[in-house]
């Protein structure tokens, strides 16, 4: 089964942020390359694009064809999402898939790249013909099988984030918009984003190794605005993480949007304190630290320090 960025982008711009094709433009002659909806196998090169053994010999030999001392494909499937929150309204929700293979061939001082999104077997093989250009030495005998070397399980995920739906992602988001209203009389406005990647790589090496890995990436915003005596402030804070949803703990999350809050709307006492620093007599430079929900001000003088509480 073969997909194109561009094929895929086009579709989803016809769709207007369709997260899956309704059934009803499936019957209208509207083509689906994969849905997106649809969870990413562990190797979707091989398993949606048939890029075997074979077929990475037939590219790998044409990109030393003309030498290399070193030589590779670098295969990168990517799907993202994102959410936006605005006021407890849901302002966007994108999706993206975004996939292509690079190949690169060195010889000396010498480096040859090319790169395609379209991975079928005549795309690669031209692209591997443009990156060897550079080189004009004898061609060298490529490797015709491949041996998988595993990464080490950097990040290992539950549930990946193909496989997580809107009806999952929306609830954290409303928490945090709740969470935020509800700290202070006087904010006004609460924004929350909400972004999520799944990259698949897939490495093959002139030395006949095949090195496959999975990169999650997932991250909460929260921007805060409060107006208090007519002035506007905000504040922003955020999480993230190469972990999956069970990462997103109360706790967690809670503790982020009390920071975006505490650097919306610090502490007005203290800050009235701290503009004594500004005037000629007494000389004093203060700031001020947060300790669970007690915030804490220090003054420093030309008289000996002292803490206030």
Same mark, same amino acid.
């Given at each position: ?5 561009? /094929? ?60 290399? @001392? ?106 945090? @918009? ?15 984003? *909400?972004?999520?990647?799944? /990259? ?46 069970? *990462? ?46 007690? *915030? ?14």
């Amino acid at each position: 089964m073969q997909i194109r960025r561009r /094929e895929f982008l086009g579709q989803m711009a016809a769709g207007s942020a369709i997260i899956t094709m309704p059934a009803f433009l499936a019957g209208c002659g509207v083509n689906q390359a994969i849905q997106i909806a649809e969870a990413t196998p562990d190797n979707p090169f091989m398993q949606w694009f048939a890029v075997d053994d074979a077929t990475i010999a037939r590219v790998m030999a044409e990109l030393t064809a003309n030498g290399a @001392d070193v030589a590779e494909l670098y295969f990168q499937h990517t799907r993202s999402n994102s959410l936006g929150l605005e006021d407890g309204i849901v302002s966007r929700a994108n999706s993206r898939i975004s996939q292509g293979v690079g190949l690169r061939v060195v010889i000396g001082d010498q480096t040859g790249y090319a790169f395609t999104e379209d991975l079928t077997l005549p795309s690669m093989l031209a692209a591997a013909q443009t990156a060897s250009a550079i080189a004009n030495r004898a061609a060298i005998a490529a490797p015709q099988a491949y041996n998988p070397k595993k990464t080490g399980d950097l990040y290992i995920t539950a549930l990946p984030w193909a496989d997580v739906g809107i009806d999952q992602k929306l609830p954290l988001l409303k928490h945090v @918009d709740a969470k935020a209203q509800a700290a202070d009389p006087s904010v006004s406005k609460v924004s929350v984003g *909400w972004s999520d990647v799944d /990259e698949r790589i897939m490495i093959a090496t002139l030395d006949g190794n095949l090195i496959m890995d999975h990169r999650p990436m997932t991250r909460l915003t929260a921007q805060v605005t409060a107006v208090r005596d007519g002035e506007t402030q905000s504040g922003y804070s955020n999480i993230a993480a190469r972990q999956d949803l069970s *990462w997103y703990t109360t706790e967690r999350i809670d503790a982020m949007v009390a920071e975006a809050v505490d650097r919306t709307l610090p502490d007005d006492r203290l800050l009235a304190k701290c503009r004594l620093f500004l005037q000629p007599v007494p000389a004093v430079f203060c700031y001020m630290r947060r300790s669970d929900t007690v *915030w804490k001000q220090t003054s420093i003088a030309r008289a000996p320090a002292s803490t206030l509480t």
